[in-house]
Every structure is written in structure tokens, then in C-alpha cells.
């Protein structure tokens, strides 16, 4: 049974920085595709930062700011999120992928306030 579980999430004030990690248990398979999404209150649920064997992307409003990452030795994904603000608020979900069957964490909430 494979669990997700993510930490890292806190409070962070404008401009600051937050890394955010999620490590895969229970499978010794590695994921084909691994990312990081966020919920915030009364805004649809987004896709911030996707990486594969095809590369990254990432979604408009991070780039330049985030960074992702994973370490398949260990099947963890990371996020860097630097220069945050206050419409980085949300939960944030990891989720991993592979042969058509994706995983998802249970949610870190990042909070950037002053």
C-alpha cells in the first residue's frame, strides 16, 4: 500500500522561503511522474510543478519562484518555493504517478503572512 506523506509546510512571511518534501512508502517502484499541487480557500485546485523523464513545467504563477525536484533513490519529491506571497497560501498536495494510477499526500499547509 503506498502512502504519501509530506512535511515542510508552515508560516512563512512575504518574500521568505519554504521547501517542501514528500516521501513515498510501502513500493519499492520507482514513479513515472511526480508534482505538487495546491487548494486554496475559494480558488480551484492547481497544478504548481510536474517532473518527469520529460523534464519540469510548472505552472505560470510559480515559475521563476519554485523549484522542483525528486530523488528516485528514495522515491521523495522536493519543492523549493522561494520569494512566496500571500497568493501562495493553500494546501499543498504531492502526488506520484505511474503505469495510469496516481497517489496522492494528505496536504501540508503553507501560510505566507506577515
Known amino acids: 500500500q503506498v502512502k504519501l506523506v509530506e512535511s515542510g509546510g508552515g508560516l512563512a512571511q512575504p518574500g521568505g522561503s519554504l521547501r517542501l518534501s514528500c516521501a513515498a512508502s510501502g513500493s519499492v517502484e520507482s514513479f513515472d511522474v511526480m508534482g505538487w499541487h495546491r487548494q486554496a480557500p475559494g480558488r480551484q485546485s492547481e497544478s504548481v510543478a510536474v517532473?518527469?523523464?520529460?523534464?519540469?513545467d510548472y505552472a505560470h504563477s510559480v515559475k521563476g519562484r519554485f523549484t522542483i525536484s525528486r530523488d528516485d533513490a528514495k522515491n521523495t519529491v522536493y519543492l523549493q518555493m522561494n520569494n512566496l506571497n500571500s497568493e501562495d497560501t493553500a494546501v499543498y498536495y504531492c502526488?506520484?504517478?505511474?503505469?495510469?494510477?496516481?497517489?496522492w499526500g494528505q496536504g501540508t499547509q503553507v501560510t505566507v503572512s506577515s
Open positions: 517532473i518527469s523523464s520529460a523534464g519540469t
Open positions: 502526488t506520484m504517478g505511474r503505469h495510469g494510477i496516481d497517489f
